[in-house]
Every structure is written in structure tokens, then in C-alpha cells.
């Protein structure tokens, strides 16, 4: 059974940056397909990022050239780093892990205020 926690999350004024992390537990992480998803109030959760096993990635159109996505294979962790945030960035922010299976964190909250 495979478990993702997430951390990282919290306040940070606009301009400012985040890391977050998510540590998977289970067997075979490099064989997943990682992601970064994100929820704001009101609004469907939609794909920040994805890195593949060949650390191939892939990135929605709002965050290019802000946040990168990267793993940890040793670690078996998936790094989300997010620089020049901005308001609109404000959501809880959840950890994917896609094979044969899809996994879920519990996620964890952005908020980008001043």
C-alpha cells in the first residue's frame, strides 16, 4: 500500500517562495509517475506538475518558469519548489503517485497573502 504525506505548506507574502515535499511510502517510487495538484475554494483541483521516471515534466501554463518539479529516487520523495508566488496560488496543494494505481496525500495549504 503506498501513502504520500506532504509538508511544506503555509504562509507567504506575494514574490516569496515554498518548497514542498512529499515522501512516499510503499515499493517501487520509481516506477510511479509523480505529480503536484492543487485545489483553491470553489474550484476543481487541477495538475501544477508531473515528473515522470526519467524525471521527464510537465507543468500547467500558470506555473511555467515559477515552480519545478523534481524526485528523489534514493529518498523516494517528490519536491515541488515554487518561486515568485503569487495570490492566485493560494490552494491546498496534493501529492499524486500514478502506476497501476493512483495515490493521494492529504494535502497541504498555500496561501500567498500579504
Known amino acids: 500500500q503506498v501513502q504520500l504525506v506532504e509538508s511544506g505548506g503555509g504562509l507567504v507574502q506575494p514574490g516569496g517562495s515554498l518548497r514542498l515535499s512529499c515522501t512516499f511510502s510503499?515499493?517501487?517510487?520509481?516506477?510511479?509517475?509523480m505529480g503536484w495538484y492543487r485545489q483553491a475554494p470553489g474550484k476543481q483541483r487541477e495538475l501544477v506538475a508531473i515528473v515522470t521516471s526519467l524525471r521527464n515534466t510537465n507543468y500547467a501554463d500558470s506555473v511555467k518558469g515559477r515552480f519545478a518539479i523534481s524526485r528523489d529516487n534514493v529518498k523516494r520523495t517528490v519536491y515541488l519548489q515554487m518561486n515568485s508566488l503569487k495570490t492566485e496560488d493560494t490552494a491546498v496543494y496534493y501529492c499524486n503517485a500514478q502506476a497501476m494505481s493512483t495515490y493521494w496525500g492529504q494535502g497541504t495549504q498555500v496561501t500567498v497573502s500579504s
Open positions: 510503499g515499493s517501487s517510487f520509481s516506477a510511479y509517475v
